[in-house]
């Protein structure tokens, strides 16, 4: 008795058959965890439980006054942490966001309040300084080959240098409550009825942008979501984010300064997923040598990472000094630098390059917030704050080191 090889066409509709469906989609995230990628997995669950935790300790914690305060507080140093997103995918580290975010804001006080600019000139000029210093980082690297730790931690020291002698006589510059800074991040807030209409959008598009992604793969005969489950994924983002937004809604809402905060991480995800820069930049982070000879500018490249980094921060700052309402010597100083990078690390960016999304700012920046908030709530002062945050971080980067090592080896097997 002879039997025929199945040809290649027949095995591949057995694997696209075999793959299809919400099952199958199961049974392929769970190979991904087994090989190590986890992806948001272990943060969400981190999260989960950090607010269970702090919910049993003090009911108020989830209360809708103070989710909208914390959302509100994670906006200034989450848009700082997206940045540093950027540099890590290309395993590199940018140690001066807290300076450059605290420049830009006195650079904003001393032209808005002191010398009467128009808030709007201002506001471009702390940006347009936040680009010239991320240039600057990427003619520095790659020119002289200075690693980034060294040249950014100059930055650290020569831009803290100059936010004070900037505000040197002055120490603090009160921004008016009146001013369009000020009410954007303290009293602006989404009326209610927008806040749905937004909701109904995000799940619009995301439904939008997965059934075209996979019509397109099987279009070009590769495995891709099937119907149902872009329709489940679409409707469990339509109910949660609707539920959240009623419930901050029964407290002062959403507030426009973390709409703008969510846009920038959907801009930047768009970026990295859906462009020819995003996948250089992966490129360059997963092995710099190859993406060199797939021809990639790998130069351009770091220097525009530099740049959005930069730019981030000095939004960052900007933000922040609206939020206090003051721009002033200890503008991003403390905690903010620190705060920036361990939010990207522990939302889930490798330090090791070439794995990420924009997305681990955000649920990096909820992470340490909500520790924060927790702590402040139950009376125990930043020394606590500091070692819970701190013991995260070490966390979430030992998830990666083991993950990785997993990734290698089940890349072996």
């Known amino acids: 008795m002879t039997t025929t090889a199945p040809r290649p066409s027949d095995l591949q509709d057995e694997r696209l058959a075999n793959r299809e469906g919400i099952r199958g989609t199961f049974a392929g995230f769970i190979d991904k965890i087994r090989g190590g990628d986890l992806g948001a997995l272990p943060v969400v669950i981190g999260l989960a439980v950090i607010w269970t935790v702090l919910q049993i300790l003090n009911h108020g914690f989830l209360s809708a006054a103070n989710l909208v305060n914390l959302l509100l507080e994670s906006s200034p140093t989450g848009v700082i942490a997206l940045g540093i997103v950027c540099v890590l995918l290309v ?30 000139a201002a506001i471009a000029i702390a940006v347009l300084t936040g ?41 603090t510059i009160n921004i008016p409550f009146d001013s369009p800074l000020v009410i954007f991040a303290q009293l602006a807030f989404v009326p209610a009825w927008l806040s749905y209409v937004l909701v109904v959008i995000a799940a619009g598009g995301l439904f939008l942008a997965d059934l075209t992604k996979a019509r397109a793969r099987r279009k070009a005969g590769l495995s891709a979501q099937p119907f149902s489950l872009i329709a489940l994924k679409s409707g469990a983002l339509l109910v949660g984010l609707g539920f959240a937004a009623w419930y901050l809604n029964i407290a002062r809402g959403i507030g426009w300064m973390f ?32 993406a060199r000879r ?120």
């Not at 395993?91 to 804001?105: N, R, T, Y």
């Not at 620190?338 to 070439?354: E, M």
């Open 294 to 413: 797939a021809g990639i500018k790998v130069k351009t490249i770091y220097t525009s990472v530099f740049v959005v980094c930069s730019t981030l921060a000095a939004v960052g700052g900007i933000l922040a000094a609206s939020r206090l309402a003051a721009s002033s010597q200890s503008s991003g100083t403390g905690d903010v630098n620190l705060n920036a990078i361990a939010a990207a690390v522990i939302g889930g960016t490798s330090l090791f390059g070439g794995r990420g999304t924009a997305f681990a700012a955000l649920l990096g920046i909820i992470v340490i917030q909500s520790i924060s908030s927790g702590l402040t709530l139950l009376n125990l002062d930043s020394s606590f704050r500091f070692m819970v945050t701190g013991l995260v971080l070490l966390l979430a980067v030992a998830l990666d080191s083991v993950s990785r090592r997993s990734r290698t080896t089940h890349g072996r097997a």
């Open 131 to 171: 680009v010239v210093i991320g240039w600057i980082y990427g003619q520095i690297f790659n020119r002289f080959g200075v690693p980034s730790f060294v040249i950014t931690l100059a930055g650290l020291l020569s831009f803290l240098g100059l936010q004070l002698y900037v505000l040197k006589g002055i120490g």
């Open 91 to 120: 395993a590199q580290i940018d140690l001066s966001v807290g300076s450059v975010s605290g420049l830009s804001s006195a650079i904003v006080g001393i032209l808005f309040v002191n010398l009467g600019w128009n808030v709007f």
């Open 259 to 290: 709409v703008l905060f969510v846009a920038l991480v959907l801009i930047l995800n768009y970026a990295l997923t859906r462009t020819k820069w995003g996948r250089a930049v992966f490129a360059v982070g997963g092995n710099v040598e190859a």
